[in-house]
């Protein structure tokens, strides 16, 4: 059936969107959250396994301690209470890539709920709740060979991979977002933006997206305008992008939209999220917790953390990434446009750490925002994808700061960086871009200059100094933007003996 996707303005002229995010978090303990096997990114398939996180019978699961640490920690920098007592639960469902056909994870107790989480939008700043952060073990990874899309539809065999069956997961649920309007997509994503920034500051993941160890699952509904019940949900899953969050969001209100003007009505079901389109298709009709059979885990003790330990761990917290934006933006200059660019871009890590291998914050920010962002944009991909680090974009700025390059055959080094010809100055050697700065070569593109527009000469002779621009801008073509400004502006005060 086709289906027909409302414009968003139009959509949100009639409804009122609510999101619920639920975000999983892949910690990066060195062994798994029930068994001691290694949990290293891209090791070859099924070679870190053993009876526990296989589900073979007689195995005896064993919590990480760690992984409890970092749940907490967590919890506390999310503004949560700690339970002074919890346990793990069984969720049963069957699914290939979950061997022992349930999921160990927390029901009714988790370890940490009631939390929030401020995120600023355009100047205007949005509560989000937390209901529960709650620890689980991740699943094996399904491969579906053979199809055109990669799914199992049309797939001529499916492979499984159960190294990541067993990772220590947790996953952080949102209660409804509501009063965002025409903001929700950009709140969904600066939540997940933010929320990102504070698991790599308390050190508890890597948060890769484009390596799953962070990903998102959207909920949203629409509800008439001042309604205050709220409409059917559906859940877009693992989605790996920030762009994709916000793809999605903005994808899915158009298309209960669309539903809802017809007289239809929301399936509350899971929908798969496509990078290429920014649509979302079926999934599967969305189980209710009933269905789970959600019963405490007979082979695990309960976590019960002591007061005393949580305090102590409450003192490890790194600064709230609030405080720390209002900080940065004070230590660097920024003007509050300035820093809505740099915070929408999420680029402030990355400006963050080129400052720190000592590149003045503006030009930090020039490079990330300004140009690099673009780049980004063009390919579809997060800035920190974008292909070029912050130690390269230091080097950059050296080189240009020691007359080597200008910001202009800057931008040229970038394409090469990016293109993986090298380093700032192996790319500069390859695409011969390094400044002219010999006179000889200067004087002789002034001298064509001067000849071919004598107006100009008697312009600047006659006192119109703004006129020397328009020689310059012919030196510069002549040399292919490579001239020294500085020295070419010299030799033509001299040649015109103006000096």
Known sequence: M??????????????????????????????????????????????????????????????????????????????????????????????????????TSQYDEPIAFDGWMDVEVEGETFRVEIERAHMEEDTGKSTHVGGATGRIHGAEYSLVDYNRAGIPLIEIVTRPILGAGEKAPAVARAYVAQLRDLIVALGVSDARMDQGSIRADVNLSLAPKGSDRLGTRSETKNVNSLRSVERAVRFEIGRHAGILDAGGSVVQETRHF????????????????????????????????SREWVEELRRTLPENPTARKARLQAEYGFTDLEMRDVWAAGALPLIEATVAEGVAPQAARKWWVAELLR???EAGVELAEVGVTP?????????????????????????????????????????????????????????????????????????????????????????????????????????????
């Open 391 to 499: 130690a390269q974009v230091a080097a950059v700025q050296a080189l240009i700061d020691a007359k080597t390059i200008n910001d202009k055959l800057a931008r040229q080094v970038f394409d090469g960086l990016i293109a993986g010809e090298g380093t700032p100055e192996e790319v500069i050697e390859k695409r011969g871009l390094a400044l002219v700065s010999d006179d000889g070569p200067l004087i002789a593109a002034i001298d064509d200059a001067l000849a071919s527009q004598p107006d100009l000469v008697e312009k600047i002779k006659g006192g119109n100094m703004g006129a020397i621009g328009a020689i310059m801008g012919a030196v510069m073509k002549a040399t292919r933007g490579q001239a020294d400004a500085g020295r070419a502006r010299e030799l033509i005060l001299e040649k015109l003996e103006l000096s």
């Open 375 to 377: 780049r980004a944009n």
């Open 2 to 103: 086709t289906q027909t996707i409302v414009p968003f303005e139009k959509a949100l002229a009639a409804y009122d969107p609510a999101m619920g995010l639920e975000v999983h978090v892949e910690l990066n303990t060195n062994s798994k959250m029930f068994c001691g096997c290694p949990t290293e990114f891209g090791a070859e398939p099924n070679t870190q396994v053993c009876p526990t996180c296989l589900g073979l019978p007689g195995a005896m699961p064993v919590v990480n301690g760690k992984a409890v640490e970092s749940a907490i920690r967590i919890g506390l920098a999310l503004n949560c209470e700690i339970a002074e007592w919890c346990r793990f639960a069984r969720k049963n469902y069957f699914y290939p890539d979950m061997p022992k056909n349930f999921q």
């Open 274 to 305: 496509h990078e290429d389109t920014g649509e979302t298709t079926s999934g599967r009709e969305k189980s209710d917790a009933e269905d789970y059979r959600y019963f405490p885990e007979p082979d695990l003790v309960p976590v019960a953390p």
